[in-house]
């Protein structure tokens, strides 16, 4: 697989992408809010979408460099390598 | 910078949208036959690829823009079996026309049984008439899962060269897979449902810039026909070279398309021919 190319320091994306990350994450505890404090949330506590979104966040405070590649699995369907039988 | 845009649906957009990609840099669109919102007749499938191959290189060309195309029964009417077969026996009255570069966009898109027979019926197609082939695969939870099941049909027919076949909307959790099996990939940037210019460019900081592109799979649905100049900003403010960025949205898709059997392309800077001028 070709070298990593990150033209960019650590430093500096995160000088970047500071106010993003921060509105992202206000945005997200908003939503979780909303949802929480609307009519009937015990119905839908343990709902699939929501445990997944609770693993999603998860994977976000675990050190690495694939966590991306590590959500969208999450959000996956299994795959069976004998379908086709 | 001059860019093209491989993958997107013209015949749902407007002359403006021409218009204002051609002020952004565009000199060439590829466009996929896709589903139109509702399922369709053979003979409404018939028009479409007239519309594909004579009216919308016409309009694009309005502009100052090459238009490419492709031809196919997309997987959302492919699960109409019998109505795919009637469409695919027809789809080679087209594969000579000017500008047609392969069978595409097929693929999967909720992972069926009956989908899954008409993109291999549509591969065999291709592979007996020496077309190139462009795949569409699922979004979602579907992606994970049908983008592996459409490798490894790939993989079963051995007269399917990989080079010569795009895996499209790839993801983080896809692109390693499609270029591991030799194939060609491209990023869509859509919005809500797919890839980012960030994580476009997050993909080819990690994967590298071969054999990779990005489109902006602008339709009808709440899309965007300017997103290629959107990733083309994001690589600049990261600090990517001019070379890097041309390279993925100019010389990669001109790389793949150019071992299309039908492929002329008239590069923007060439000086017109004393004909072209006229007097
Ligand atoms: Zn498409």
């Known amino acids: 697989m070709t070298a990593q190319i990150t033209p960019q320091p650590a430093a500096d994306t995160l000088e970047r992408t500071f106010l993003e990350i921060r509105a992202k994450l206000l945005e997200l505890a908003a939503d979780l809010d909303r949802i929480e404090r609307g009519a009937g949330f015990e119905a839908v506590r343990d709902d699939e979408r929501l445990q997944n979104i609770r693993k999603a966040l998860q994977v976000l405070l675990e050190p690495g460099t694939d966590r991306a590649e590590r959500v969208q699995m999450i959000f996956s369907d299994p795959y069976d390598p004998h379908w086709a039988d | 910078m001059y860019y093209i845009d491989p993958h997107v649906h013209m015949v749902s957009r407007v002359t403006d949208d ?49 238009h490419f195309t492709w031809i196919c029964i997309n997987a959302k009417e492919a699960e109409n079996v019998s109505l795919a077969r009637e469409v695919i026996q027809m789809i080679p009255e087209f594969l000579d026309r000017p500008g047609v570069l392969g069978i595409g966009e097929i693929g999967l898109n909720k992972n069926t049984r009956n989908e899954a027979t008409i993109f291999q019926e549509q591969v065999d197609l291709a592979a007996r008439t020496d077309e190139l082939i462009l795949i569409h695969t699922p979004h979602l939870q579907d992606k994970y899962k049908g983008t592996r099941m459409i490798l490894d049909m790939l993989r079963r027919d051995s007269r399917i060269a990989p080079e010569r076949v795009l895996i499209d909307h790839v993801e983080e959790h896809t692109v390693r897979l499609a270029k591991e099996a030799g194939h060609w990939c491209a990023m869509t940037l859509y919005p809500v449902t797919k890839c980012t210019p960030a994580r476009a460019a997050d993909i080819i900081e990690v994967y590298g810039d071969d054999r990779i592109m990005v489109n902006s799979a602008g339709d009808w649905g709440p899309s965007n026909p300017l997103a290629v100049p959107d990733f083309i900003q994001e690589m600049r403010r990261r600090g990517h070279s001019e070379a890097r960025i041309r390279k993925i949205v100019y010389e990669n898709p001109l790389e793949f398309f150019r071992q299309a059997r039908n492929f002329q392309f008239t590069p923007p800077d060439t000086e017109p021919t004393e004909s072209a001028v006229g007097v």
């Open chain 2, 18 to 66: 021409y218009e204002r990609m051609a002020r952004m840099g565009c000199v060439a669109v590829s466009e996929p036959a896709f589903w139109a919102g509702f399922d369709r007749s053979v003979e409404g499938f018939r028009d479409y690829f007239r519309q594909l191959t004579e009216f919308e290189p016409k309009r694009a060309g309005w502009s100052g823009i090459q």
